[in-house]
């Protein structure tokens, strides 16, 4: 094959069709548990995290809601994902080798927020959230009714097995936050023969990238289990998290109803949600409390 505008303009429609097929087949889990905030600017904060709103009868002024500095702030973070061609494979008209690789990299670029946003559901607990506490923990500081005493509250029950997650998703502000800075959604090219790349290691590259970052939002929402999956831990977390009390002891009104598991914990919770029957014939008061989530990334 003679290298040529042409030819190089048409090897980058195949590849870009071939990163466009791996971007659209490909499926992505985190929307369920994160929230996807667009970002326009290096670092975004969150300081009214700490700021719940509340109604209350209208007696006198109005109480202004201001938002609480906590300081809790995401930067984002570049990430690229890059194909080297070798030239040998355009003269010897060796391309077709390549599309998997690039419909393999879109994939990649659709699922990588997934990897993100679970990688960081798996340090939960040694990870701080707005209020300074790690995200899964026993001591999460909140005010009580009588607005004077702060008392501790927990959205874990620790253990050492293998995680799994309870969560309600179904508010504005999902447990977890994906910041989206710059999507991962583009092929972009150095084939130019004069390039750097390929003049110095005959080496045309393709090649995506983007910016982004993950966090945390309210703890209140999502119950942390490192303990045996099985149907007492699981009512304990349901009523941990039904509880939920924001400050001046107003009720959340959280109603978990995903259950958050890596691909080995899946029978277990099918077990628990899904058994309409258990014990040889007594009925599962947990059957269709939930649905279940399975995970490749908690694997």
């Known amino acids: 094959m003679d290298l040529n505008t042409t030819t190089l303009q048409s090897a980058n429609v195949g590849f870009s069709a071939a990163f466009a097929r791996g971007l659209g087949s490909a499926a992505s889990m985190m929307a369920s548990v994160a929230t996807i905030v667009p970002s326009t600017t290096k670092t975004q904060e969150y300081g009214w995290l700490g700021k719940a709103p509340r109604f209350r009868e209208w ?56 990897e993100l946003v679970f990688a960081l559901l798996k340090l939960g607990w040694t990870t701080k959230c707005y209020d300074g506490q790690f995200f899964f923990d026993t001591d999460h500081p909140v005010i009580g009714e009588d607005g004077q005493t702060v008392g501790s509250v927990a959205n874990t029950d620790g253990g050492a097995g293998t995680p799994w997650f309870l969560m309600d998703v179904s508010r504005p502000l999902k447990p977890l936050i994906y910041q989206d800075r710059k999507k991962f959604n ?25 910016r982004c ?87």
């Open 59 to 114: 007696v006198g002024d109005r109480i202004i809601n201001a938002m609480a500095k906590h300081g809790y702030a995401l930067t984002n973070r570049s990430f690229e994902n890059t194909i080297g061609v070798d030239r040998d494979d355009f003269e010897d008209d060796n391309l077709g080798v390549y599309a998997p690789l690039f419909e393999e990299l879109g994939s990649a670029a659709a699922t990588f927020p997934d």
């Open 186 to 210: 583009k092929l972009v090219r150095m084939d130019k023969e004069d390039d750097a790349n390929v003049f110095n290691r005959k080496e045309f590259q393709y090649g995506s990238d983007g």
């Open 213 to 299: 970052q993950v966090g945390f939002g309210f703890w209140q929402q999502a119950w942390g289990s490192k303990q045996t999956l099985d149907a007492a831990h699981y009512e304990a977390g349901r009523v941990a998290l039904g509880s939920m009390k924001g400050d001046h002891g107003r009720p959340l009104g959280i109603v978990p109803r995903l259950l958050v598991v890596p691909p080995s914990l899946e029978g277990a919770a099918n077990a628990i949600v899904k058994s309409v029957l258990v014990n040889g014939g007594e009925s599962n008061k947990w059957a269709g409390t939930a649905e279940v989530l399975v995970v490749p990334w908690l694997a």
